[in-house]
């Protein structure tokens, strides 16, 4: 089955402690995305790669680092996590986007990350 | 910058009745237009797409028209049921130079259908 998979689904931690949420997918998508979701903000991009070893910010890096060794992994790391990264994550797999033409991104179900 | 402006929620119907959800964009270029929906405790999913002007796209159910000159996609439908129950977000595809294309995302709109 097409999917892309997301670990731990529920994560409570504190102020500074560091974590990482992996993401997988088996859809052999060249392009992964990392998305924060928040009340009455809608879905956020953190970070992207287009493929390995090639990744960019989004539009709210900051307190977040990625890295992309292997196609199908894409973890977010959370280096000193703080509350205000409270929040519900997803990551998202697609084909990368070509020239007039933007494919359908697949979401994993979700991290949701409390910083207490 | 590009930004997608979608209807507030949450927006209660009974079975059977009939539903639009207002979506407006602002975009350079020509973006390809989405609308994707969450359901309770799952990640999102894609519902229909538009690639371009006059487009129409649909799925179960659901339509929504690519309008240029109104810069607009609404979601429609015409008898929706109690499993249509969901977050519901407007998307267009916001090209990054040659870096890539982000999904610009609505906020969203929390559909609850009661029988």
């Known amino acids: 089955e097409a999917q892309v998979t997301q670990n731990p689904r529920y994560l409570i931690t504190v102020t500074g402690k560091k974590l990482t949420v992996t993401c997988s997918q088996n859809?052999?998508?060249?392009?992964m995305s990392w998305y924060r979701q928040d009340p009455g903000l809608g879905l956020r991009q953190i970070y992207y790669?287009?493929?390995?070893?090639?990744?960019d910010k989004g539009d709210v890096p900051e307190g977040y680092k990625v890295s992309r060794k292997e196609k199908r992994n894409f973890p977010l790391i959370l280096e000193s996590p703080s509350p205000n990264q409270t929040s519900l994550y997803f990551c998202?797999?697609?084909?990368?986007?070509?020239?007039?033409?933007?494919?359908?991104?697949?979401f994993g179900p979700g991290t949701r990350l409390t910083v207490t | 910058g590009d930004s997608v402006t979608q209807m507030e929620g949450p927006v209660t119907l009974s079975e059977e009745a009939f539903l639009t959800i207002n979506c407006t964009y602002t975009?350079?270029?020509?973006?390809?237009l989405f609308w994707y929906v969450q359901y309770p405790g799952e990640g999102l999913q894609l519902l229909l797409k538009?690639?371009?002007?006059?487009d129409k796209g649909s799925n179960k159910g659901f339509e929504a028209t690519y309008r240029k000159e109104t810069t607009s996609f609404h979601l429609e439908k015409g008898s929706v049921q109690v499993s249509d129950s969901a977050v519901y977000f407007c998307?267009?595809?916001?090209?990054?130079?040659?870096?890539?294309?982000?999904?610009?995302f609505g906020k969203g709109t929390t559909l609850s259908v009661s029988s």
């Open positions: 998202a797999s697609s084909h990368p986007p070509t020239s007039g033409y933007t494919y359908e991104q697949y």
């Open positions: 859809m052999n998508h060249e392009y």
């Open positions: 790669s287009m493929n390995v070893e090639v990744t």
């Open positions: 975009a350079t270029g020509y973006p390809s």
């Open positions: 538009a690639t371009k002007a006059d």
């Open positions: 998307a267009l595809s916001a090209t990054m130079g040659q870096a890539g294309t982000a999904l610009i």
